[in-house]
């Protein structure tokens, strides 16, 4: 190291000079720092010193990632509705759920399925950020919500796997999860709620279609009159039960 005389101006600059630069890790740098004036020195002296970053280099790597959102139909061959006698419809352009008079104090249960190959085969149960199923009620008949609930449950959501024909059997096919209420109101509309976990849970174990079951808490009242739902199902027109996947892919 070495000592120059100075004059303040040329301290200043060097000071801002420093002050303004950005280090880059493993790069010297140099530094002043500088003595005030004395009587045996009318000059500031500063002391110019060469110093290393130590810290060592890093590697930082990531991926840009893409947001999109796929909406898909359910499978009019694949969804239907199963009652308790053992009939089964795929071809109507309603799912019932409730019990009726068709059979006095028949119940019945609904399905929906929805294909997932039409979903990157790359994309992850990781990388899916919500998955929402809509399907619009259109028809209540008598008390459904009233007189098939069990207390705060009402027309509710299981997490089934009945694969690619809907059979009789399906009426009391295993449930995977329960997914709780999806309506619990006579209203008419539109409803939705998130099927996130499920779908999470089909992509992981690498299933191509996601399906669920529809059914009221309680079966029947008994009282030998309908107290049933009606929910367009994808053989309608319009207003067909729906699935909105959002994810992320690389």
Same mark, same amino acid.
């Given at each position: ?99 009726? !008079? ?7 249960? &609904?399905? +929906? *399925?929805?294909?997932?190959?039409? =979903?990157? %085969?790359?994309? #992850? ?59 619990? !109101? ?7 709620? &998130?099927? +996130? *976990?499920?779908?999470?849970?089909? =992509?992981? %174990?690498?299933? #191509? ?42």
């Amino acid at each position: 190291m070495c000592f120059l005389r100075c004059s303040q101006a040329r301290e200043q600059a060097i000071r801002q000079q420093l002050a303004g630069r950005s280090l880059r890790q493993g790069e010297d740098h140099e530094t002043t720092e500088c003595c005030p004036a004395t009587d045996h020195c009318p000059e500031p002296r500063c002391l110019w010193r060469r110093r290393h970053n130590t810290l060592p280099p890093t590697t930082n790597a990531f991926k840009t990632y893409r947001q999109l959102t796929t909406t898909i139909n359910s499978t009019a061959a694949l969804d239907g509705r199963v009652r308790s006698d053992g009939n089964v419809n795929t071809t109507d352009s309603n799912i019932y759920v409730g019990d009726s !008079t068709d059979v006095p104090n028949a119940v019945y249960r &609904s399905f +929906l *399925s929805f294909d997932l190959s039409s =979903l990157l %085969a790359a994309l #992850t149960s990781s990388n899916v950020l919500s998955a929402t199923l809509t399907a619009r009620q259109r028809l209540v008949l008598g008390t459904p919500y009233s007189s098939l609930n069990v207390g705060s449950s009402y027309l509710l959501v299981d997490h089934v796997i009945y694969g690619a024909v809907l059979s009789a059997s399906d009426f009391d096919a295993p449930v995977l999860s329960a997914q709780g209420n999806f309506i619990t !109101t006579a209203t008419i509309g539109n409803y939705s709620k &998130s099927m +996130l *976990s499920a779908v999470k849970a089909d =992509l992981s %174990a690498n299933r #191509t279609r996601t399906q669920y079951r529809l059914r009221f808490a309680r079966q029947t009242n008994g009282d030998g009159s309908a107290d049933l739902v009606h929910i367009y199902a994808s053989d309608n027109a319009t207003d067909k039960p729906r699935l909105e996947i959002t994810y992320l892919i690389p």
